[in-house]
């Protein structure tokens, strides 16, 4: 059958709406520039050496046994914290919807615990933990009395990694157990089964893909993540860090292409498979609303241990958090506990006020431009349909399993000589567009996904009936669409601006002396052992995402839309 | 009220969708022609899934058809988008802004068109009288009742005077008793503002009570096109006849005839008919006799066996078998009247002009 018309129309139509065709043509050419070219830049470094098909560059990394380390370094230090991580997020999230919980200050310990990873900088936690357990550490020296305790290598990047991501599988699973119907359960017991029984049969089975959702998600998280591994690794060195090191220590451009591929490749990899095969198979599994309210578990032997668990877990989190403001106001770390203010001010008399003038100001020019673009992706992959929607979708999505390390050589063999070594657009390269580029890149993902579960609430015919009433593309945004996805926007726009602003993997790549990164001082303070001044970085660097988070939220509660909703 | 009121012609339409398990493509819609005249209230009927819904948006402009062409008063308007088509549509979900109050709702279209600020608090409170919601200007859209957010819908829709208004099932949101005074309430305006409209519905009184004409659609094929009268009385097949009310079908043939009137055998018994013209003498034929137009009879020509009596207060419902068919009876004012029983032997009879005949290979 020939369905040439309809396409044919639909191209017209798409023709005379300027504003829709220009975003497109915009956001394909972007995509492509900063998100496919420079993956696909690697690609090619890799497999071409003055002008010919080579594959002795991946052989030389192949063999290299530094690199076969790092690779297999990185798989063990995902699985374990992956393993844990899902572990650890189950179990919160059964007490959170299965136990009646006896304290409400236990649900605040859980709000607490779930927000903290979002609003602190990533490296955060190896920071505490060599605070707490390392050679000078609160609890190995002065508690225990070891002298040589070694907290870095892989328990070191294990415990600070899960620490770190499994509130995110928390969220996730408390999400689908929220989802299951309570009268499956009652069923069951109904039928005799005991609680153990019915947690084995029927809960389990049916969480089973979110589990391995879960466990995917932060795989590719720690595969990914380069400030842990960095801080706290060692000597047990990741890809994220060892391509880094190829790169600054080695100078080997090409050695680190190949390697960005291999990692890009194993995240990818991950992706695809927890996105096309297992979140579909969580949907399928698990689509009803549950019909009511859940029967609490109530019986002491089930809700003593799990809830004294999480509590633990609970406060050992805050205690981390806890530890890096401390950390910045005692004299000497180990020596000195006397309470001191020097390490604020030696940040700020040397370069602080700078680094942090500049991290702000690119992640605020960073920020509303990854809300709106994520905004307008949104908009475009659920509520419009056009050649080049699933480009889009596919890209700027698939953008989530790209490792910051890996964007940041991109940047760096794509735009260091121009686009394909011809000059074309290297002006960027070393200037604070790059930044900027990197940053949009880095949070777009998250906001697009957020912008697309919230335009999905939306019926698509309310966005229809003013197209409909002879509005363009252009107003139908601007007057329906964003003001009824503005909580989502707005976080968005918070959530790019505290991810740019601790953002590390990338920049500390991309980063010139021109331009001073406050990550990428605590970095290279905590490197050379200085963590007083580090943790009053990332102090300051907290209070700020903090406000930042808190200001989102006040705008919510008094702009939002659920406030509109309900002026009943 | 509407600056002029336009025809739409569909030239051969059709639309070709995926079927999303099987991945092979589908006529969703099927070569469909159809003129409706300026000014009339046309109504298309039918099943879901029978390409009713996807009609009315390709006439919106939401779909584009894979075959033929549109024309919205003698204008093509195929290539033109949703916002540049003389159409307001009114939405099953009524589709209102939720972030509006009633009066930016309906005054949305209006600032669109850049009318002037005062001309537009002129238009959009005599709309909101015309619809009978005068007063209610500042009421967010979930102050309001199912009801009143449909006439608002409306008012929205009339209010930038389209050539053409668009239905999708505006009703079936609502309950059953205000979906009955809802569909007179649009034909009052409908009326008033001298507008044409086509209406989207499955629900077959709707579309009676509504309708200058009506269109019945099935797989994506119109398969009658008339008033509502037309397609009541003389339905061309037994789709239409059992969609539109209840129907009986006799299966049997055409003895003879004279003009229309003549006789059919059913089961071996003679009965007098009307409306067989068309059937040629001898040939097998199909009796399609409504509910309320049988009565029963304790003598007659088509002997049956009553197999439900039930009271239902207004009449007296029956299920009766001639012979292997099961045939249902209305009879209306039971009161007074000889009430058969289950197991009752009893003879149905009809007038011959309430009958119908079709050619049994239909």
Redesign the interface.
């Known amino acids: 059958m020939k369905r040439r018309q309809s396409a044919a129309l639909d191209r017209k139509k798409l023709l005379k709406d300027p504003v829709l065709l220009i975003t497109i043509i915009i956001l394909i050419v972007a995509l492509l520039l900063f998100v496919l070219y420079p993956l696909l830049i690697l690609l090619v470094d890799s497999i071409w050496q003055e002008g010919h098909f080579t594959l002795g560059i991946f052989e030389s990394v192949l063999h290299l046994g530094r690199f076969q380390t790092a690779f297999w370094n990185t798989v063990r230090a995902g699985v374990i914290t992956g393993l844990l991580s899902t572990l650890l997020g189950l179990l919160f999230a059964y007490v959170d919807v299965y136990v009646r919980l006896r304290f409400r200050i236990l649900e605040r310990l859980f709000n607490v615990v779930s927000m903290l990873p979002v609003v602190s900088p990533p490296f955060v936690l190896s920071l505490s933990m060599i605070c707490l357990f390392g050679r000078s550490g609160l609890v190995t020296r002065q508690i225990l009395g070891i002298y040589d305790a070694n907290v870095y290598g892989l328990v070191g990047i294990v415990v600070t990694q899960t620490l770190t991501f499994f509130p995110v599988c928390y969220l996730m699973l408390r999400g689908l157990l929220k989802n299951i119907d309570p009268s499956l359960e009652e069923a069951a017991r109904d039928m005799g089964a005991s609680r153990w029984k019915v947690f084995w049969t029927v809960t389990t089975p049916l969480l089973l893909p979110g589990l391995g959702n879960a466990f995917l998600v932060t795989f590719i998280e720690s595969a990914a993540d380069f400030a842990n591994p960095m801080l706290i690794g060692g000597d047990y060195d990741t890809l994220a860090t060892t391509i880094y090191l190829q790169i600054t220590g080695a100078y080997d451009k090409q050695g680190a292409s190949a390697m960005a591929v291999v990692l890009l490749s194993l995240t990818i990899l991950m992706f695809i498979i927890q996105k096309y095969y297992l979140e579909s198979k969580t949907a399928a599994t698990l689509t009803g609303k549950a019909s009511r309210e859940r029967m609490r578990i109530t019986d002491k032997s089930v809700t003593f241990p799990m809830t004294m668990l999480c509590g633990l877990v609970s406060i050992f989190v805050i205690l981390m958090y806890a530890m890096v403001p401390m950390g910045a106001l005692f004299k000497l770390w180990g020596r000195n506990y006397a309470l001191t203010l020097d390490h604020f001010k030696y940040i700020f008399t040397y370069g602080g006020l700078a680094a942090f003038k500049d991290s702000a100001l690119l992640s605020v020019i960073a920020a509303p431009i990854t809300a709106i673009l994520s905004m307008i992706i949104a908009y475009l992959v659920v509520k419009r349909k056009f050649k080049g929607r699933g480009f889009i979708e596919f890209v700027s999505i698939l953008a989530m399993a790209v490792p910051g390390t890996v964007l940041g050589v991109g940047f760096i063999r794509g735009y260091s000589n121009g686009m394909f070594r011809t000059g074309f657009l290297q002006g960027i390269y070393g200037t604070s567009a790059i930044l900027i580029i990197a940053f949009v890149v880095r949070s777009l993902p998250t906001g697009t996904r957020s912008g697309i579960s919230a335009l999905r609430q939306i019926d698509k015919s309310i966005e229809e009936s003013a197209y409909d009433m002879g509005a363009g593309s252009g107003k139908v945004f601007m007057t329906v669409t964003l003001p009824l996805i503005k909580d989502s926007f707005f976080s968005g726009l918070v959530t790019a601006f505290v991810r740019s602003i601790t953002a590390i993997s990338a920049v500390i790549l991309l980063v010139t002396p021109r331009w001073n990164m406050v990550t990428v001082q605590i970095n290279s303070l905590a490197e050379k052992g200085n963590y007083g001044e580090a943790c009053a970085y990332a102090t300051v660097l907290i209070i700020i995402v903090y406000a930042a988070v808190m200001l989102m939220n006040l705008f919510i509660k008094y702009f939002g839309t659920s406030r509109v909703r309900r002026q009943k | 009220m509407a600056k002029e009121k336009k025809g739409i012609r569909l030239e051969h339409v059709s ?2 969708y995926k079927d999303p398990k099987t991945k092979k ?1 589908f ?1 969703a819609v099927k070569d469909v022609s159809v003129e409706i005249e300026p000014g009339s209230f046309v109504t298309l009927l039918g099943p879901s899934g029978c390409g009713k819904t996807t009609t009315l948006r390709m006439i ?8 033929g062409s549109i024309f919205l008063g003698g204008e093509r308007i ?7 088509r003389d ?3 009114v ?3 009524y ?5 509006y109050n009633i009066f930016d709702n309906v005054a ?2 209006l600032k ?2 850049k009318v002037p600020k005062e001309e537009i608090r002129k238009k959009v409170i005599d709309i909101l009288e015309l619809v009978g919601l005068s007063g209610m200007e500042t009421r ?1 859209t ?2 309001l009742s199912g009801g009143q957010q449909q006439r608002v ?1 409306l008012a ?1 829709a009339l209010v ?1 005077e389209p050539g053409v208004l668009l239905f999708d099932e505006p009703l079936s949101n609502l309950d059953a008793k205000l979906r009955v005074s809802m569909r007179t309430e649009i034909r009052r305006i409908q009326q008033e503002a001298g507008i044409t409209a086509i209406y989207v519905t499955h629900d077959q009184s709707e579309a009676m009570s509504i309708s200058d004409q009506i269109i019945i659609m099935k797989s994506g094929v119109i398969s009658q096109m008339g008033t509502p009268q037309d397609i009541y009385y003389h339905p061309v097949n037994e789709f239409v006849a059992d969609f539109i009310g209840d129907a009986n079908f006799l299966k049997g043939k055409v003895v003879s005839h004279a003009g229309e009137t003549g006789t059919m055998e059913i089961n071996g018994n003679h009965v007098e008919v009307s409306g067989c013209g068309h059937v040629s003498e001898g040939s097998e034929a199909t009796l399609v006799l409504r509910p309320e137009s049988i009565h029963l009879e304790d003598a007659g020509n088509i002997p049956c066996d009553v197999v439900l009596s039930c009271f239902m207060g207004a009449y007296q419902n029956y299920h009766v078998m001639v012979g292997d068919t099961k045939v249902a009876i209305t009879d209306y004012n039971p009161r007074g009247k000889k009430i058969y029983q289950v197991g009752d032997k009893a003879f149905i009879s009809f007038k011959p002009e309430t009958a119908h005949v079709l050619q049994a290979s239909e």
């Open positions: 639309k070709i493509d006529y919106a402009g939401f779909e584009s058809p894979d075959e195929d290539e033109l988008t949703p916002n540049k159409t307001a549509m939405f099953q979900s589709a209102l802004l939720p972030h949305y279209g669109i068109r967010m979930n102050q819908a929205r930038i």
